[in-house]
């Protein structure tokens, strides 16, 4: 493994993962010890029988840590060969695989000896898998959290603290990303977080164009220019196909590329039989559920947004300072809640689905969850330039419901005072802001700095609280040299698993704010290279600091994702045809005035940027799909290499054959005996077949070319003197 | 072969084939006799060494008749396995091949007594490409009419007379073709014939639905009804997205699929190495070619249009019994002419593309075409429907542009008596049946009895020419029993090769008709059912009879028409929504009087129903997709045997290897002997890592349970009275 690089003053235990693969947090509730004491002998022996060597330390608060590690080299050798026989098999991987190594064992170590090395992630990830199989597999079949093994609370492989502070060191002080940086990942990692990277690579060079022309037509074009609006939807279409590309060219790089009938990576055999008809069934269940979604979530924003804009824009009493924060607050006390729930439900829905593959699950939940994202991220900007600007002057006068409502309340029962009302045409844009720089620092702000303070205060109170069972836990020191190792291990142990599903869901809604509504405000590009050069290293901090080190999962795209970025790309056509229709002729009004607004000529925009988009986008897929990419070239020159050699050993058979076959010195040669004896045979079949006589007009090549040759000959002749070329032979 | 079954009254020849595979027409132009004398004997050469027997006749005028086949079965053999590997090598195939056999050969036989048998279309696919191979692949290298072959007319296989019959005997009593019946085609003439009668048999299938369905809306909901035009764009979905399943699946089932990245077939490897930058700039040029197409085609339609609405709605002056049939004339002189002409220059551009393979090139190629027929097929109605009934009132004044032109013929130059004008809202309707009805029927006598009369007359000529040659051909006629059967091989050398992209082109065209305009006459598709059923059996009467026996060609799918389909359901979204918005008022008005058209509400209706189209095809591209076909199911049933089978093999390698591992009772067991050992090396090393130390603290399986057992003791007993227990092992 690794991290024996530096030791520093801290000791060997704060650097050195003392060889561990993985660690078992194994929890004892106080009222079930004999459950658990029975459960850990079985934890044990089901380790030792996959070929773990094991080793256990007591833990925080009732629990105890079991170390984890291969017990030999030649087990793991065994494991990475069988995998990549299994990849090839599934057609993961092209390479023409060794022939199985015969069962003295000599081979693998041939086969390593040419094979590529084995890397810190591909070790993990057999290791996991090694643990979490199934008995009959070969592997320990610990499912963490699940019957009999209730009290594993979670299976973890350690930090390599060394490589970590590397890491965010090296990353904090570069400005640009490159593949190296992220094969270093992939290695690490594996290769899930490794294309999350790789996205946000890509994500970030790529802004770098909208960023640049964001700019100047922020200064030259202003706002709603369709130009603009041109501009960055070519440049979405050109992304997102790009980013197909360079997916299937990364995970081809990487040496697989699932097929997309995969199965369960944990098995490797399809485990779940279940009618489709019932699944779809139950898919069906997503319709409600996008509508609950669309009630729940789209009620409380448009509630908030009516009563904001009842408070900020028409109510003119008492208490306006403090009422302005009412929606802020009934957003930030609701929306969380609901979002939870719906969440929880999406993710119940999604285990009714009863998927084959943990892919399709995580798919299916994806969809579900980015409905939700969709509403609360997108819905507010929807309703400001769709609903509250065209239809404002129409609708604004029924929020005296508020009003009313208000009245009741009010001892006198006398009206409230109001202020006269007009559109407020720079709310859109001040929104739009909102989302794309305040939004981000927020969010930035409760995914880095929030978890880390809180750690921090938790830390505190856990040290004052242990300090008084300091003397106690003194002696249950396993050893000094351990100490400090045992300490993180706990830490680690008490951190969240890292959740790469979370990080994609953030850039997507990014993507979408840019693709949907930065017509709205040329800089939204430029805040989001901000963000997203800061975003990279946080992520990577929160990796490494924040988060138990993931388990290096491969994975041969982003997966779900795509279908969301390809959908906002698309959705973005619309949006911006229609914003650039609504408010061009808006934003040299400051007064709000309404102006002509003709329902044919915003249809006709709509339909016609919607279908540029899409006949742009035919054209840029097809070209983007005849650029070979560098992947893709080096896996086409494999498997040709791989053939070229297969058929050639075929072509050799075939000559040697050859030599055995007809032509024109070969085994139709005419002698004298060859002809008596082609005659006797045909005698003493009785006159033969019709079929047999006419191939035996002209015995042999040189037959047919010198009859040919005199029937050529008459063409030149005149007719009279023709001979009778074809009765030559008989 | 075959064809020795029935031997009739004509005697052998008129149904026995001799065993022919391939007939070679080599023409002699009597200007080049040397050379082709030259070349006649460098052919026979090149056929010889590639392992053909050959027989050569003299032909019609002036050319010969070259009869080649496989000389030896060993050969066939040798070919069949070689082709069947080459298959798997490049993914067709999944069954896993059979070793290859050894040098002595005797596999080859084994492996044929287990393999599938081999078809007459394979046996001739397969001497087919050995024929054009290149020399140094094993082949003879001959490509008809270019180079060096240029005598060369052309390459044809023998129609098989008893067969022929059979089949159109059996199709013509037939009311729906089955499964069974396009196996058959596929045995004889290849998958690529197979294919296109798989879609004609499962589109004809598919019309029962809309035929009924439109029936009844045609006595229930009239014209124009938006229900129907609903229905109908479900259906074309449905059928589309079942037929992109149904080729998967049927190409699954024949045992084989292409790699979508494939490779030339001929040649087994790339060959042409071409920048796709400069091919990409080539194809850039299909835009001013789509324009010209536009211009050229558009221009002739609009003119004729316009002249005939002028005749025959406006003019009301001399001659106009005459005259109404300029438009036709005009329309029957230029149209071919122009399509002929643009035709050729697709080809030309297809070429100057350069594509590195056939498929690819012929896609391109489909993709031109596409856009002639469909400017030339449907351009009229789209001007009656979206141009001449809405804006009518508006356009035909400025018809009087003829009426001036025709004045200054004239020679008084008094105005051309007119009758007044108004819209004929029958027109769509009469020039929908016109194109569903008549322009079929049209078609079936262009297709079949034009040309069998043609054939019937020529032979005639031909016939009469010849009889005053008849005493010196006499002597010519190689020998009595092959007469019957020469002339019959003569016959078929004058036929045209059959082309399946124009019987596609027919069918995707219709497909057109219905999707598009079939909400302006429901019955259409009823005319269409009817039509197909001839459709099938005349096709199979014009490759019987009318076309040169097709070389069976693979394919795995319709190929670009697929494309064609999808776009024509989709744009019938669009013309079926706006013909419901625009007609369905007119309907009730005989006179033609204009109504209120609202642009906002026209769009709208066109958005709405493109949107709605477009969420069904997704969803029913989910559920077709999630349905497995019995081809799929058993492919992964084949595929997963095979790994399964595998992977049960580095099992058993695995479970010998476990019993040397470590575990329970394994190499880790802790004897005295081991342990004084440890001891040894331990201090040998200086004291070791203090990665070995920490897994030196437990020794085994057995003493981790030990210890654990004991630290979970631990938390059952009271602080105070704990035992360090991981000091137990040191």
New interface residues.
């Given amino acids: 493994m690794a991290g ?1 690089g530096s030791v520093d003053k801290d000791g ?2 704060s650097q ?1 993962n ?3 693969d993985y660690v078992i947090h194994y929890t ?1 509730p ?1 009222t079930e ?1 004999a459950e ?2 029975a459960s ?2 079985q934890l ?2 089901a ?3 996959a ?8 833990g925080h608060k ?1 629990s ?1 840590l ?2 984890v ?1 291969l ?2 080299d ?2 793991l050798k ?1 494991q990475v060969y ?1 995998t990549r ?2 990849d090839w ?3 993961v991987r092209a390479e023409a695989p060794a022939p ?2 015969d ?1 003295d ?1 000599k081979d693998l170590d041939e086969y390593y000896a040419h094979a590529e090395p084995v890397t810190e992630a591909e070790r993990l990830r057999l290791a996991y898998l090694l643990i979490t199989k199934p008995r009959n ?2 592997g320990a079949g610990i499912t963490p959290r699940i019957g009999q093994w209730r009290f594993v609370k979670s299976v973890f492989p350690l930090h390599d603290r060394a490589f970590n502070r590397r890491w965010i060191k090296q990353w904090s002080t570069k400005y640009y990303l490159d593949d190296g940086d992220i094969n270093l990942i992939r290695d690490r990692f594996g290769e899930r977080v490794a294309f999350y990277f790789a996205f946000l690579q890509s994500y970030f060079a790529f802004l770098l164009f909208p960023a640049a022309f964001g700019f100047a037509a922020w200064l030259v074009l202003g706002q709603f220019s369709w130009f603009y609006a041109a501009v960055n939807c070519l440049w979405s279409v050109v992304f997102f196909e790009h980013w197909k590309m360079k997916e299937v060219d990364l995970a081809v790089q990487w040496g697989f590329k699932f097929e997309r ?1 995969s199965v369960d990576p944990v098995t ?3 485990v779940k039989v279940y009618s ?1 008809y019932k ?2 069934a139950r898919q069906l269940l997503q319709v409600p559920f996008a509508a609950a979604c669309v009630v729940v979530l789209g009620g409380l924003i448009v509630s908030c947004f009516a009563i904001e804009i009842f408070i900020t824009e028409v109510y003119n009493g008492p208490f306006k300072q403090y009422l302005t924060f009412l929606p802020t607050i009934l957003l930030t006390v609701f929306m969380p809640t609901f979002t939870a729930l719906l969440t929880n439900l999406a993710e119940r829905l999604t285990e009714m689905e009863n998927y084959e593959t943990h892919d399709a699950h995580q798919a299916s939940f994806v969809q579900k969850v980015f409905v939700l994202n969709f509403i609360t991220s997108y819905l507010g900007i929807f309703l400001t330039a769709f609903v509250y600007v065209p239809f404002g002057k129409i609708l604004v006068p029924y929020l005296d419901v508020f009003q009313l409502t208000a009245q009741r309340f009010t001892a006198e029962g006398k009206p409230l005072p109001t202020k006269s009302w007009q559109i407020n045409p720079n709310r859109l844009t001040k929104q739009v802001i909102y989302f794309t720089v305040t939004a981000q620092v927020v969010n930035f702000a409760t995914e880095v700095i929030v978890p880390y303070a809180k750690r921090k205060v938790f830390k505190t109170v856990e040290k004052v609280q242990s300090e008084r ?1 300091e003397k ?1 836990m003194d ?5 000094p ?2 100490t400090e190792f045992l300490r993180r291990v706990m830490d680690e142990a008490e951190l969240d698993e890292y959740d790469v599903t979370i990080d994609y869901r953030e850039m997507v809604i990014q993507f979408g704010y840019l693709s949907l509504f930065s017509v709205v405000w040329p800089l939204t590009a430029c805040s989001f290279l901000v963000n997203n050069w800061v975003e990279a290293r946080s992520d990577a901090m929160k990796i490494a600091a924040n988060s138990q080190r993931p388990i290096p999962w491969r994975a041969d795209s982003i997966g779900p994702w795509l279908n969301a970025l390809g959908f906002l790309s698309w959705l973005g056509s619309i949006t911006s045809a229609a914003l650039v229709y609504l408010f061009h002729a808006c934003k040299d009004r400051a007064d709000g005035s309404p102006w002509d607004i ?3 000529a ?3 925009s ?2 016609f940027a919607e279908h540029v988009y899409l006949v742009v986008q035919f054209v840029v897929r097809g ?1 983007v799909r ?3 990419s560098p992947g893709l070239q080096k896996e ?1 020159a494999e498997r ?1 290499a ?3 050699q ?2 050639e ?3 050799e ?2 000559v ?3 030599t055995t ?4 010195s070969g085994g ?1 040669k005419i002698t004298r005996e060859a002809l008596e004896e082609e005659t006797r045979r045909f005698w003493a079949v009785g006159g033969g ?3 047999q ?3 035996q ?2 015995r ?2 040189a037959e ?2 010198q ?3 005199s ?6 002749l005149p ?2 003197s ?1 001979p ?1 070329m ?2 030559l032979t ?1």
Same sequence: chains 1, 2.
């Avoid at 070929?51 to 007591?58: H, I, L, S």
């Avoid at 002696?475 to 050893?479: F, L, P, Y």
């Avoid at 029937?711 to 030149?716: G, Q």
């Fill in positions: 024996s060997p235990g050195s003392f060889d561990v004892i106080p010890t658990a004491e850990f002998t044990i022996e380790l030792a029988s070929g773990f060597a094991t080793e256990v330390r007591n009732s105890l079991v170390f590690k017990a030999s030649r087990l065994s069988r026989v299994q098999l599934y057609g199985p190594p069962h064992g597999e070969g009938e490797g055999e399809i489709p699944r779809l069972s106690t002696q249950v020191k396993d050893s040299e351990e003709r329902g044919w915003l249809l006709l709509i339909l070209i005849k650029l070979d086409k040709f791989m053939r070229k297969l058929l050993r075929m072509a058979r075939d040697s054959e050859e076959g007809p032509g024109m139709e077949r019709p079929e006589l006419f191939w007009r002209q042999g090549a047919t070319i009859v040919g040759r029937l050529i000959a008459e063409v030149s007719r009279d023709k009778s074809g009765m008989l």
